[in-house]
Nanobody
Framework: QVQLVESGGGTVQTGGSLRLSCIVSGSIFEIDAMSWHRQAPGKQRELVAS???????SYGESVKGRFTISRDNAKKTVYLQMNSLKSEDTGVYYCNRPFPTPAWGQGTQVTVSL
């Protein structure tokens, strides 16, 4: 059974940085595409960033140039480095493995204060 465990959330001031981590177990991580999503209060969950098994990345428009997704296959971990954080980045951040069977972590709260 695939399990995803996120960590690294917290409260930071506008302009600050955080790095989220997601440790994956129970899958052949090296070939898995992985992604980060977030859900702000009262809003739908949205895709933030994704990375393929060979390291190809893509980003949502609102985070381009500020966030970086990366992976360490030896540690079965995917990261999300978030810089220049804004109040609108506040939300619960979820790690996701979309294929072959979708799997989600429990989420980690990120709060960006003014």
């Amino acid at each position: 059974q695939v399990q995803l465990v996120e960590s690294g959330g917290g409260t930071v001031q506008t302009g600050g940085s955080l790095r989220l981590s997601c440790i994956v177990s129970g899958s052949i991580f090296e070939i898995d595409a992985m992604s980060w999503h977030r859900q702000a209060p009262g809003k739908q969950r949205e895709l933030v960033a994704s990375i393929t098994g060979i390291g190809r990345t893509s980003y949502g428009e609102s985070v381009k140039g500020r966030f970086t997704i990366s992976r360490d296959n030896a540690k079965k971990t995917v990261y999300l480095q978030m810089n220049s954080l804004k109040s609108e980045d506040t939300g619960v951040y979820y790690c996701n493995r979309p294929f072959p069977t979708p799997a989600w972590g429990q989420g980690t709260q990120v709060t960006v204060s003014l």
